[in-house]
């Protein structure tokens, strides 16, 4: 069986197609956002997402349904999260154990945002899904920064005491998604100095967006899962998903709601962005923090865009 895959990167960051496309191979299974990591029992997972954040457990009742059911419908939403509720001392990793259980001999792809909120997750992460690749996805700040002001729902996250985006050199601190993209990366490039180099790869968002022949072959070859032209066609098909689109009414999200709306795998060109000048999302004419800047060249961003040849 192939190893598990987990894609590591913050909310915006081309995560959620980059997840669906893999999920779609032949030898995968695409989960939704599982969020286990919040947690190391299910007892403490369900208090991690209680109130407000319930959105995070949508993913894995959904994912619990499929399995279960061969479909996701409201009922079954309500048995899988009664089971949750009555297994509360059940470990995560026994969980997610469970889950890859049921779809072998395909290995589970999974990609939670939530994980790089704080700095312990990461680890949690390994710890549950013990031997797993990553994957880490970039953007380059500009672009990553306009899509979460763009996306009304994610600037409420980054306006909630766990978004780490304000600045506060400014009194009174500024609103600045550039602080959720450094905090975010740093989180997980401190996790992934932990983690042999065989088991994590980089890969800028916009490169495998703009070519996906080319980067899903270069992909699979290092999972090393088929490369084969109809393994590679199946993953330009993340619309077929079973979690794509919306779930029912009390597990609707799973993933991001702006591509859930329209999951595709659309045509895409990679387009000039700054690291210098004033940022469009703020009014005092402030740009990029120095170590935003450095953090986006060691990840191979310049004025312009990603560097050639990356």
Excluded at 163 to 179: K, N, T
């Amino acid at each position: 069986m192939p190893d598990p895959v987990v894609l590591l990167g913050p909310g915006r960051s081309f995560t959620t197609v980059a997840a669906g496309m893999l999920g779609q191979h032949p030898q995968h299974y695409g989960m939704p956002e599982l969020n286990l990591a919040l947690g190391d029992t299910v007892g403490e997972f369900l208090a991690m997402t209680m109130g407000g954040r319930n959105g995070l457990a949508h993913g894995i009742v959904r994912a619990m349904a499929q399995l279960e059911f061969g479909e996701v419908t409201a009922r079954g939403v309500e048995e899988m999260r009664a089971f949750l509720h009555a297994n509360r001392d059940m470990t995560t990793r026994e969980l997610m154990a469970a889950l890859q259980d049921m779809v072998a001999p395909k290995a589970i792809v999974e990609k939670s945002p939530a994980i790089a909120a704080d700095a312990h997750f990461p680890f949690r992460q390994e710890q549950i899904l013990p031997g797993a690749k990553y994957i880490h996805i970039t953007r380059h700040p500009m672009s990553a920064g306009r899509s979460m002001i763009d996306a009304k729902w994610y600037t409420m996250i980054l306006r909630s005491p766990v978004g780490d985006s304000w600045d506060r050199r400014m009194d009174p601190p500024v609103l600045d998604p550039q602080v959720h993209w450094f905090e975010a990366h740093e989180r997980l490039l401190n996790f992934l100095d932990t983690i042999p180099a065989d088991r994590q790869m980089r890969l800028r968002g916009e490169d495998l967006l703009a070519d996906p022949d080319t980067w899903l072959a270069r992909i699979c070859a290092w999972l090393g899962v088929d490369t084969g032209p109809a393994a590679i066609e199946a993953m330009k098909h993340p619309e077929t998903s079973p979690f794509a689109r919306p779930g029912p009414q009390n597990a609707q999200w799973g993933g991001d709601p702006s591509y859930q709306d329209n999951p595709a795998l659309r045509p895409y060109t990679i387009k000039p962005e700054r690291l210098s000048g004033p940022l469009p999302w703020r009014e005092d004419g402030v740009g990029f923090a120095d170590h935003v800047i450095e953090m986006a060249q060691f990840f191979g961003y310049e004025d312009g865009g990603p560097a050639q040849g990356g």
